[in-house]
Structure formats: C-alpha cells, structure tokens
C-alpha cells in the first residue's frame, strides 16, 4: 500500500492529501467551524468501506461468473455511546441472482479486506519525526 501524507489546506480545517500521484481534500462541514469543501475523515472512512465491499462482490461475482450487474453500497457512520456504528446496505442488481447467490454474496461482504481491518484488532503506532 502506497503511504498516505497530509498537510494543511487552505480553509480553517482542510487537508491536502496524496497519495502516490493521486491528490484529494479533506474538510469538515461548516457546522463544525469548515468549508464544507469535500468529504470529512469519516466519509472517507465510510467510502472506504463501501469501495472495498463492491469490489469485493464484483471481483467474487466475476470469478464464479454470477449475473451481478451492480451492487450498490451505502455506509452511514454514527458515535453511539463511543462505539462507531457502522450501518451498510447492499442492493444486488443483477435479475439472474437467485436467493442462495444472494446470501453468498452477502456473506462474501464481510469478507472484503477494510470490514476486516474495522473489525479486527487496530493499533496505531505515532512517531515524532524531523
């Protein structure tokens, strides 16, 4: 995985990030004294899981070569009691899945490597540096 480096953008709360050669801002919306610009850490937290869950399904559905036409993902992220609750909905589009392809792919949702990252055991290890 390519390193990810942030320095500050030029609203009160934006970020620069890159990525290798990809630039994206991050920003927190006006209610919370930002620009409201481009996504907050936490969206990109949840699109984080919802890309990696529809790539999961299509790479899944492409190699058992399963009729999944799309598969529509929305994440919603709430702080309930400081626990992050995570809410996912999945819309398997393809009129040619029948239920059992159906659960499978439910089950190979949970499977795609940022639910595993959010489920399994993190630390984050920070370092001063020069």
Not at 55 to 73: D, P
Not at 98 to 109: G, N, S, T, V
Request: proline residues 2%; aromatic residues 4%.
């Amino acid at each position: 995985m390519r390193k990810v480096e942030t320095r500050f953008g030029s609203g009160a709360y934006e970020q620069r990030i890159t990525v290798g050669s990809h630039h994206l801002l991050s920003d927190v919306d006006a209610s919370k004294g930002g620009s409201d610009n481009s996504p907050s850490p936490h969206e990109y937290l949840a699109a984080a899981l919802a890309a990696c869950t529809g790539m999961t399904l299509k790479m899944y559905a492409s190699r058992k070569s399963w009729g999944l036409e799309n598969a529509i993902v929305t994440v919603d992220i709430n702080r309930v009691e400081d626990v992050e609750r995570f809410t996912r909905q999945i819309r398997l589009v393809g009129s040619s899945l029948d239920a059992e392809q159906k659960e499978r792919l439910m089950d190979i949702a949970d499977k795609c490597p940022v639910h595993k990252a959010l489920i399994g055991t993190i630390a984050v290890e920070t370092l001063l540096v020069d």
